[in-house]
């Protein structure tokens, strides 16, 4: 894998031939000049619990439908996303490029400052707060933290409930942070 100028991800090579990118129109400019200092990581599940099925994608492109799964209906009006969506079989989606502002932080604050999504890069892992996450998942995380750090000066990796304490729970009692190797 490598990182294009705008940080769109590409492939390296057969072997790494699960890399897809999936334009999310949930983004928008990051304040100028404002440098990329920090990882967010959360999980999704959609539904709640269930995974592999289209459900992250269709919300992170405004097209779920809330009629699809009692649970959809009080999501689907969001505009959300995230730059990258790790599967549980380690295969990645990215939706947004890392030049841009994904939407996956909300509100948020990080050593005094507020609004993460101006100054983060956000990886979604496909679980929840109570699972463990797949090796697959850790490597591919470890091995895109690396290429991130390569092109930003990124200073921390921090979970989305670290940076929204008593509103957000993820990435969750299940996510080892002891496995990931550039904190
Ligand atoms: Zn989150």
Redesign the pocket.
């Given at each position: 894998m490598r990182l294009t100028a705008d940080g769109l991800l590409v492939e390296g090579g057969a072997a790494e031939s699960s890399v897809r990118y999936v334009p999310s129109p949930n983004c928008d400019a990051r304040p100028a000049g404002m440098p990329i200092e920090l990882v967010v990581v959360?999980?999704?599940s959609l539904p709640p619990g269930e995974f592999g099925g289209p459900g992250i994608v269709d919300l992170f492109l405004n097209r779920l439908r809330p009629e699809a799964h009692p649970y959809y209906a009080g999501i689907a009006q969001l505009r959300v996303s995230a730059h990258f969506l790790i599967r549980r079989d380690g295969a990645m989606i990215q939706f947004v490029a890392c030049a841009q502002r994904a939407w996956?932080a909300g509100v948020s604050h990080w050593r005094g400052r507020e609004r993460c999504n101006d100054l983060s890069i956000g990886i979604e892992l496909e679980g929840t707060d109570e699972m463990a996450y797949e090796d697959a998942q850790y490597a591919r995380l470890n091995a895109l933290l690396v290429l991130l750090k390569e092109r930003y000066p990124i200073v921390a990796v921090t979970g989305?409930a670290d940076i929204a304490p008593g509103r957000?729970t993820?990435p969750g009692q299940a996510f080892e942070w002891s496995r990931i190797k550039y904190q």
């Open positions: 959360h999980n999704i996956h989305h957000k993820d």
